[in-house]
């Protein structure tokens, strides 16, 4: 089984910065992409930006230049910095990653419980 462990959310004025945290654990397990959506009120979840294990990344049209995703493989945790913080990023964030067993290669898609970032205008 894996388990998603999010850190980092909290309160912050607009313009202020935050780090998420997200580290993965699973001994059974690779991960293949992983990456952070966020759900505001009455909104769809939505993608804000993922990373492949090779270090591509992809962003949401609304963060590009203002936050940026990275990982480290080694401990199997992905963080993303977020800058420039806008009252509209206010949203609960949720970790996910595409997970393979090494066994079989079979692959598996799991979600943290999420963290809450608000930002005050």
Do not use: H
């Not at 996910?96 to 979600?111: E, K, M």
Request: charge should be neutral; aromatic fraction near 12%; glycine fraction near 10%.
């Amino acid at each position: 089984q894996v388990q998603l462990v999010e850190s980092g959310g909290g309160l912050v004025q607009a313009g202020g910065s935050l780090r998420l945290s997200c580290a993965a654990s699973g001994r059974r397990f690779r991960f293949n992409v992983m990456g952070w959506y966020r759900q505001a009120p009455g909104k769809q979840r939505e993608l804000v930006a993922d990373i492949t294990n090779s270090g591509a990344t992809n962003y949401a049209d609304s963060v590009k230049d203002r936050f940026t995703i990275s990982r480290d493989n080694a401990e199997n945790t992905v963080y993303l910095q977020m800058n420039s913080l806008k009252p509209e990023d206010t949203a609960f964030y949720y970790c996910y990653a595409d997970a393979y067993l090494v066994r079989d290669g079979r692959s598996y898609d799991y979600w943290g419980q999420g963290t809450q970032v608000t930002v005050s205008s």
